[in-house]
């Protein structure tokens, strides 16, 4: 069998990685960049723009590719999976008509009005400043500003992070607009501690996976700016710290009556991953947003932990046979951890030499993100560069080890050195009583 993962960043490793476990498949990427992680792992790399269509098609024709992976949510929105299953090509992620769960804000928001499907906050969509003044002061707390489309996990604003006051955010709106924006959501800010949870679907059978915190702050102690995520954990049990046995199972409901929906909404069925980013309030949990794929970092903490065979869980999402496959996590915490360049997000440094030949990959699971292999050496290209991941019995035996190995890692580079550590989940597990005690 002729697998093909599209996309090259270290979520398409993570996913290569793990297909290559099963040695009666042969692997296949395209992608914008060359990646030497996955490149090890394949027969024959192309390189191209993952969002043509027309090229990703051929590419995928020429390579007999029986399944495809998809990576990313841009070939997504795209419309690449319409085309590959156009020409016979099974694609473990959505069509374009039902990616929007990712791309459009909006369409999500509304399609869980129409459900009834009670986990959004307080919101509006609008399609110019009109009546945003007033629908923003009518909100007694802080707000959220969402682009309606993708915006590579770095569009959203928040009041009291990105925003100061309200007339920041109008100006935001404004220059959205100003910028093009054919509609925007205004949302009440949710006050409480993120998870994500996601599921594998064949279009009629979910098989939900454990728990997983990111961290989107650039800093210590979540200072900074938002960035595509610095690292993430998973506990043991499946469930986080702060959470409790009915927020988890509140959260697999969510993605349940989602997918539903949508598949009604559609009249397709949908096939890949089910992604809900959500959040613990006082009142329960609510929905921040969808995503089509899987996350990243946290594909890297799922993968790590995935007992069962990839190939094993692609062929029956291809073959709507979901159900009858037995799908098993290690009872493990995990902790990763990103590598990111010096400046990043903002103004990141690039084509620096990154050494990574201290690293102990006995010990961390280490997976190549935004860097090129040269004749000297890996060099940074400007995003974040390596994702480290360990398993342990405790969070803290896993975070004691990545932090061990990443520390070794040198160039113009940092981490987050408290993702996973006692103090920022003990700050968490104290927010969320306080706030659910109040």
């Keep these: 069998m002729h697998i093909a993962i599209i996309g090259t960043g270290a979520r398409e490793h993570a996913i290569a990685w793990k297909l290559s476990l099963d040695p009666t498949v042969q692997l296949f990427n395209f992608g914008p960049t060359h990646n030497p992680g996955i490149a090890g792992l394949c027969q024959a790399v192309g390189i191209g723009d993952v969002t043509d269509v027309t090229a990703v098609l051929q590419w995928c024709q020429e390579q007999k590719i029986d399944i495809a992976w998809i990576g990313p949510e841009a070939p997504l929105a795209a419309g690449v999976v319409n085309a590959l299953e156009a020409f016979g090509i099974a694609c473990i992620g959505p069509t374009q008509q039902m990616a929007r769960l990712e791309s459009s804000k909006s369409f999500t928001r509304e399609l869980l009005d129409k459900y009834e499907i009670q986990a959004s906050p307080s919101y509006r969509v609008f399609t110019s400043m009109d009546g945003v003044a007033d629908y923003m002061w009518s909100l007694q707390d802080d707000v959220v500003i969402k682009p309606d489309g993708l915006t590579g996990g770095k569009g959203v604003r928040v009041m009291g992070a990105q925003l100061k006051t309200r007339e920041d955010a109008m100006a935001y709106c404004s220059e959205l607009f100003a910028e093009g924006a054919k509609r925007i959501v205004i949302e009440e800010k949710l006050v409480g501690q993120e998870f994500s949870l996601m599921s594998f679907s064949d279009g009629k059978h979910l098989v939900h996976m454990p728990a997983v915190q990111d961290h989107k702050r650039a800093y210590v102690g979540d200072a900074g700016p938002n960035t595509g995520g610095m690292g993430s954990y998973t506990d043991a049990n499946h469930s986080l710290p702060f959470l409790n046995e009915h927020d988890v199972i509140f959260a697999r409901q969510i993605n349940e009556q989602t997918l539903y929906a949508i598949q009604e909404e559609c009249g397709e069925e949908y096939k890949g991953i089910i992604y809900g980013g959500f959040i613990a309030v006082r009142g329960g949990v609510r929905l921040i947003e969808y995503n089509a794929r899987f996350g990243d970092p946290e594909v890297m903490n799922m993968l790590s932990l995935l007992k069962t065979s990839l190939v094993d869980i692609t062929k029956a999402i291809a073959e709507r046979t979901l159900d009858q496959l037995h799908v098993e996590f290690a009872p493990l915490a995990s902790v990763c ?19 990574i030949t201290q690293v ?59 993702i996973g550590t006692a103090a920022l989940i003990d700050e968490r597990i104290t927010m969320l009583r306080n706030l659910r005690h109040a």
């Design 360 to 418: 102990d990959q006995a010990k961390v699971q280490l997976f190549y993100g935004a860097v090129d292999q040269t004749e000297g050496g890996l060099v940074l290209t400007g995003s974040r560069a390596v994702g480290l991941v360990a398993t342990g019995t405790t969070i803290a035996e896993a975070e004691q080890v990545v932090e061990q190995e990443i520390k070794k890692i040198t160039g113009p580079v940092f981490h987050r050195e408290d």
């Design 337 to 355: 951890k990103y590598v990111v360049p010096q400046g990043y997000p903002d103004k990141p440094v690039r084509g620096e030499p990154i050494d």
